[in-house]
């Protein structure tokens, strides 16, 4: 991730929040993991991986957002006055992207409460913050509230958008005006404005989509429903229809024996015009091992293939409970 310097006349004042900032930004803690080189992701998010977490219980959990963690052999927590403790990557939920470590050793430090992120409205002044205080966090604002479609197969109904951005994002933890946590942070983009200047903008991953599912991860490690149908296909949005940009190794999709470039028209009969629609209309087949029809146009070709597919959650390394 960048180590860009925040400019001082983006980093919160204590003095222009009702809460304890120094004491909410104690909770944010720095993550560093290590995954196996045979490990599924590795190819594509690589063996180290950095960012951060949020302290959401004192018995030392933490909440991140899963692709730091996922597959992870070893995890690094880093605390503000800058004690290692080892951590646990016990819990990822491939819908919502969250992740969950235990710290293995007493940390010490407040927990952040988990606000209402459904509350947030445009304009709203909020903090997103890294580990390592105000000097690592940034006033920001909310810009956005959307339906995000990932090229990973990942879809989030009620994306939250902020700018300015942070240049450390992953796991950055959104703090609103009550000093609560309402969201993680996960991706860094970048929009089109006029006169051709682009500005860049942070996609956080809303706190609300946790709740529901928070007991679960945390005693199970996962969360107790079916898989969702997965091809591992990456696709992207073209000229106002669907194409697939490439695929998983080994996954379903290409065994299925689609191509990079294939214009996908239809999920089941279905047209699809953007991801967010060929997500979903993958998912509404059914449950993991579920046969998924895609039409797809190759060249002057329109073809029907169908594409077993499988859970993902099936080829990575499991992670431990302790």
């Not at 909440?63 to 080892?86: C, K, P, Q």
């Not at 293995?104 to 459904?118: K, T, V």
Request: with cysteine; net charge negative; charged share 25%.
């Amino acid at each position: 991730m960048p180590d860009d310097e925040i400019p001082p006349e983006l980093q919160p004042n204590p003095h222009d929040v009702a809460f304890d900032l120094a004491r909410a930004l104690r909770a944010v803690v720095g993550v560093r993991s290590h995954v196996p080189a045979d490990a599924f992701t590795a190819p594509i998010l690589g063996t180290e991986r950095t960012g951060n977490g949020v302290l959401i219980r004192e018995n030392g959990l933490i909440l991140t957002i899963g692709y730091l963690i996922t597959e992870a052999e070893t995890v690094w927590l880093t605390t503000a006055d800058g004690r290692a403790v080892r951590g646990d990557a016990f819990a990822y939920d491939q819908e919502t992207g969250f992740g969950l470590i235990q710290a293995l050793e007493r940390l010490d430090l407040p927990a952040l409460e988990l606000g209402q992120s459904s509350d947030l409205g445009i304009g709203d002044s909020v903090i997103l913050a890294a580990a390592g205080g105000t000097a690592e966090a940034v006033k920001t604002q909310v810009v956005g509230r959307e339906t995000f479609a990932g090229s990973w197969e990942y879809l989030l109904d009620d994306a939250l958008f902020t700018a300015p951005a942070h240049p450390s994002w992953g796991g950055a933890g959104l703090i609103d005006r009550d000093g609560k946590l309402v969201g993680i942070g996960s991706l860094i983009l970048q929009q089109q404005l006029a006169e051709s200047r682009i500005a860049n903008l942070n996609m956080v991953v809303p706190i609300d989509c946790l709740k529901p599912i928070l007991d679960d991860l945390s005693s199970y490690g996962r969360v107790r429903r079916p898989a969702r149908p997965w091809l591992g296909l990456y696709a992207a949005e073209l000229d106002d229809s669907v194409h697939i940009r490439g695929f998983a190794d080994g996954g379903p999709a290409e065994l299925a024996g689609l191509r990079a470039d294939d214009r996908i028209l239809a999920v089941q009969g279905e047209p699809v015009e953007d991801l967010a629609e060929l997500w979903q209309g993958i998912w509404n087949v059914g449950t993991a091992g579920a046969v998924v029809k895609l039409r797809i146009a190759r060249g002057r070709e329109v073809l029907e293939v169908p594409v077993r597919s499988t859970d993902r959650n099936t080829l990575l390394k499991a992670p431990r409970l302790q």
